[in-house]
């Protein structure tokens, strides 16, 4: 699948876009903090990155730099800048049923 940018063929898309997730084993006020990696295996940098973050509801306070709400159920991620391969987005929240959030991509742009 191919992405129209700059009238050219950009070889990658939102789908290369990876959300990883995991228990860090720490608790802030009695709930579980989670780890999230927000990465790209496009070999073109990827930004203007939004995902779907439902409120990101935190008992932690969260890194505006990593992901900051637009309002609703949307965030932005590194604050739009882009995101290259081997340079991952990471940050914590801490979050109370036992399974994290879910944090779909919506739109991203390829810097090819």
């Not at 700059?6 to 608790?27: E, M, S």
């Not at 579980?32 to 439902?54: D, G, M």
């Amino acid at each position: 699948m191919y992405t129209e940018v700059n009238h050219a063929k950009a070889p990658c898309d939102r789908w290369d876009i990876q959300v990883r997730q995991a228990l860090t084993g720490k608790y802030v006020e009695g709930k579980i903090q989670f780890r999230v990696t927000i990465s790209t295996q496009c070999p073109c940098p990827q930004a203007e990155l939004v995902v779907r973050c439902f409120g990101l509801s935190s008992a932690l306070t969260v890194d505006k730099t990593k992901i900051q709400s637009l309002g609703g159920d949307l965030c932005s991620v590194a604050n739009g800048d882009p995101i290259a391969r081997g340079s991952p987005v990471v940050f914590t929240y801490a979050y109370a049923p036992k399974r994290p959030l879910y944090f779909p991509v919506v739109s991203v742009k390829t810097q090819c």
